[in-house]
Structure formats: C-alpha cells, structure tokens
T-cell receptor
C-alpha cells in the first residue's frame, strides 16, 4: 500500500458529462501530481500542486482542472467528456523533490 | 523536455530465467524511478535510483548518470514478475516524471 488513496476506482459515464476524481496524499506529503495513462499517449504528467498552489502544468486539456484543498487532498475535474478521455488517471504524492508514490488509479470509461 | 526510451519493448521469459531491462534518458536527471505495473493496473514503486546501484530481493537496479542510462535486473524470474516495467525520469528543478513506453514482460511457467 503506497499510502495514496484515490476514489473512485472505476467510473463509467457518458460523453458530455463532468466527473470529479479525488486523491488523498500520503500523510505529510505536500506535493500532489496527476498523471493520465491512455493507450495512445502512454503515461503523461498533467498537473502538480504544492501545499495548495499550482506548481507545474503538463499536457492538461482546458476542459480539465484541478485543485488542492487546505487538508492537502486534491481533486481532478474533467468536463465535457469525450470518448478519448477514457483512461487510467493516477495521483501521486511526494515530500519535496524526490520519490513519488502512486495511488491505485481511477479507471474512467466514457461511453 | 527529457526523453525516456526503454528496451526491449516486449520480453517473454521462462520461469527461472534472468533478464535485463534498459532505460536511456536524454539529459541529466535529478530523479529516476522504476515501477512495475501489475495486471490490475497498479503502479508499484521498485526503485528510486538517480545514481548508483540498489538491490531488493531478486530485483536490482543500476543507474549510470554520466552515461544517461539505467538498468533493471530481474533474476530467477517468477510468473508474478509479469507486467509492464516503467522507467521515469525528472530533469531540472521540477519533479514531474517523464515516463518511457515500458517493457512488457511475460513470464511463462
């Protein structure tokens, strides 16, 4: 168990809908990262938060947004969903600039 | 950004065999991690190894930072070693991981 908790494990929704993925980092970790794993793009970095502030952005679509709350949990919001958004979404956390621990992922299926 | 290349892309092993997976990266790294993605999709941390050599049971890893590569050794492979192995690297002052495409390993009994 990595100590990073992601909910839900699976999500099935329809095109055009909006969903929220939740992540609780390891105790004491201030940094949270979101990654997307799809068949065509592989594993890619989306966005990073550090202690409530956005720290770095990767290949994140404008339809996607994230935030980190005062209790350090994070949410990734995906809106106007398309078939191509179907993927495994991972959250990771770290204490500073070192090893990242990954959650079990949320598998999103857009039908 | 940093490019990460893994080889071989696919590997079939007989149970008990040894293997070496390679990861090449295009620039100096501050962080390098190896992961195992099991059939259920979970990414399991294997090693945090920006340089040097580490061992954990039947697995070991070596990173030669000056030559920009890392190796993951699997000895006496077991069927539970099947899955995809990912190498991921970080460059510069951020901590965003850039992943390779993975090594798909199948261990047959």
């Amino acid at each position: 168990d990595s100590g990073v908790t992601q909910t839900p494990k699976h999500l099935i929704t329809a095109t055009g809908q909006r969903v929220t993925l939740r992540c609780s980092p390891r105790s004491g970790d201030l940094s949270v990262y979101w990654y997307q794993q799809s068949l065509d793009q592989g594993l890619q970095f989306l966005i990073q938060y550090y202690n409530g502030e956005e720290r770095a952005k990767g290949n994140i679509l404008e339809r996607f947004s994230a935030q980190q709350f005062p209790d350090l949990h994070s949410e990734l919001n995906l809106s106007s969903l398309e078939l191509g958004d179907s993927a495994l979404y991972f959250c990771a956390s770290s204490a500073g600039l070192n090893i990242q621990y990954f959650g079990a992922g949320t598998r999103l299926s857009v039908l | 950004g940093i490019q990460v290349e893994q080889s071989p892309p696919d590997l079939i092993l007989q149970e008990g065999a040894n293997s070496t997976l390679r990861c090449n990266f295009s620039d100096s790294v501050n962080n390098l991690q190896w992961f195992h993605q099991n059939p259920w999709g979970q990414l399991i941390n294997l090693f945090y190894i920006p340089s040097g050599t580490k061992q954990n049971g039947r697995l070991s890893a070596t990173t030669v930072a000056t030559e920009r590569y890392s190796l993951l050794y699997i000895s006496s492979s077991q069927t539970t070693d099947s899955g995809v192995y990912f190498c991921a690297a970080v460059e510069g002052g951020n901590n965003r991981l850039a992943f390779g495409k993975g090594n798909q390993v199948v261990v047959i009994p």
